[in-house]
């Protein structure tokens, strides 16, 4: 098919001159697929993109995607993608214009992710720490890593022995568009992850490019393995069996600001491009002070009103 030519070429760019993830790469590959399908069904086989104009672009949204029952926040992302793509066609001459200009995306709620408070941490932790075997010594060292750094799934798995500084008790972080930050650890997981490099050298390379996380063939992590494991100790903390890595990582978000951590701070710590994400967390443990404060008056004042009555004794 034609049309995915041009796709094609943008996904390329994406990934070698942007530094897209996989994840990213992926998520386009499917929403522009999409797009061509009506394309080709609608205009033909041949890659013809300047006739590709608003009204075509506005029936492909309301009878391709709406029809499929997208979320608001599934259609959002998927009209965000043909934004990107069709200003990519109009800075390449591909197109005269951008006929994605007019798409009105629908309003997405923000709603927050699940958070753990400081205690249920420490519970997960306390779950792991009651083995000794390589695997639970690794399970700990990188779950309090991900934590304490704030780290993506994705970025823990990445890293190399040569990105811990146990001295200084920081780790250095690869994130999105290959942008390193250095985020302090907390005394905790410095120390989980001695315990584990002790016992790692005994089962993988020791050189600085070598991963630092790995199985018991000194293998890498993958992404899903890691999500099997914090889903596992969950059950056993129990916690649920929906655990996350991104529930640690907004967890940790949540509980510096809480501490009344900068927020510039920490949207620097966890490598947020967007400081209104870092709000967001702000904005919710405003909310559960709020909560709080008005459930400690409701107590208080129902204590008193009840203490003003007067006592009747049975005779």
Known sequence: M???RAIQDFLVELRQSRGASENTILAYQNDLSQLAHFLNAHLGSKERWREVDGNVLNAYVQSWLVNRR????????????LRTFFRW???????????????????????LPRLLDEHEVQRLFAVIAQSVSFRALRDRALLEVIYAAGLRVSEAVGLRLRDVDLVNGIVFCAGRHGRVRSVPLTSSAIAALQEYLRHRYEVASVEPEAYLFVNSRGNKLTRQSVWQTIRHYGEAAGLGSDLTPHTLRHSRAAHLLEKGFDIHRVREWLGHANLATTYLYRQFYNQVRSDALNAARH?????????SQPITVSA
Request: proline share 4%.
């Open 89 to 111: 066609l109009l800075q390449r001459g591909i197109v005269n214009e951008d006929p994605s200009a007019q798409l009105r995306s629908p309003k997405v709620e923000r709603r």
């Open 70 to 81: 997208y979320t608001s926040s599934t259609l959002a992302r998927k009209i965000a993608a």
């Open 299 to 307: 107590l208080s004042t129902t204590a008193a009103a009840s203490l």
């Open 2 to 4: 034609e049309w995915h």
